[in-house]
């Protein structure tokens, strides 16, 4: 039987813009957007315009997608998904949680994956290529 307080319960949390680092894996937990919202009664009387504010909204996100961090300028933060794409998030409007360092290396660790193999091909045409080069000069002489 296991016992309650044997479970270690590992927990995402919320971290500031400012202690966001270089290879942190963080996933967005909520996205605030801005509009313009009109005033209650406003531009209601003849002559007078309507009065506007914005307004925030603040959203959860359909999916968790983890992201590694690239790079950090704030505002922005240059991330890449698990699929090695790159992109830059505004921390002013989406809120990052840092995923705990074992589990970030885990979901991480198919992009690393491939880029292993994506170098390993690489290296490889590069050596096929030399192998090439090296057979035409030979045959020129």
Same mark, same amino acid.
């Given at each position: 039987? #296991? %016992?309650?307080?044997? %479970?270690?319960?590992?927990?995402?949390?919320? =971290?500031? $813009?400012?202690?966001? +680092?270089?290879?942190?894996? #963080?996933? !967005?937990?909520?996205? %605030? &957007?801005? %509009?313009?919202?009109? !005033?209650?009664?406003?531009?209601?009387?003849?002559?007078?315009?309507? @009065?506007?504010?914005? =307004? *925030?909204?603040?959203?959860? $996100?359909?999916?968790?997608?983890?992201? /590694?961090?690239?790079? !950090?300028?704030?505002?922005?933060?240059? =991330?890449?998904?698990?699929?090695?794409? @790159?992109?830059? =998030? &505004? !921390?002013?409007?989406?809120?990052?949680?840092?995923?705990?360092?074992?589990?970030?290396? +885990?979901?991480? *660790? /198919?992009?690393?994956? +491939?880029?292993?193999?994506?170098?390993?091909?690489?290296?490889?045409?590069? /050596?096929?290529?030399?192998?090439? &080069?090296?057979?035409?000069?030979?045959?020129? &002489?």
């Amino acid at each position: 039987m #296991v %016992i309650a307080s044997e %479970i270690e319960v590992q927990t995402v949390r919320a =971290v500031a $813009p400012e202690d966001v +680092r270089e290879g942190d894996v #963080v996933v !967005v937990l909520h996205e %605030i &957007d801005q %509009i313009l919202g009109r !005033v209650g009664g406003s531009g209601e009387t003849p002559g007078t315009l309507p @009065e506007f504010k914005v =307004v *925030r909204a603040r959203s959860m $996100p359909h999916f968790l997608r983890p992201l /590694r961090v690239l790079a !950090v300028a704030l505002p922005v933060v240059l =991330v890449e998904d698990a699929d090695g794409e @790159e992109s830059l =998030v &505004d !921390v002013r409007l989406k809120e990052l949680g840092r995923l705990p360092p074992a589990m970030g290396v +885990r979901v991480m *660790r /198919r992009l690393d994956e +491939r880029r292993l193999d994506e170098r390993r091909r690489e290296e490889a045409a590069q /050596r096929a290529a030399e192998k090439t &080069d090296a057979v035409s000069c030979e045959g020129a &002489d």
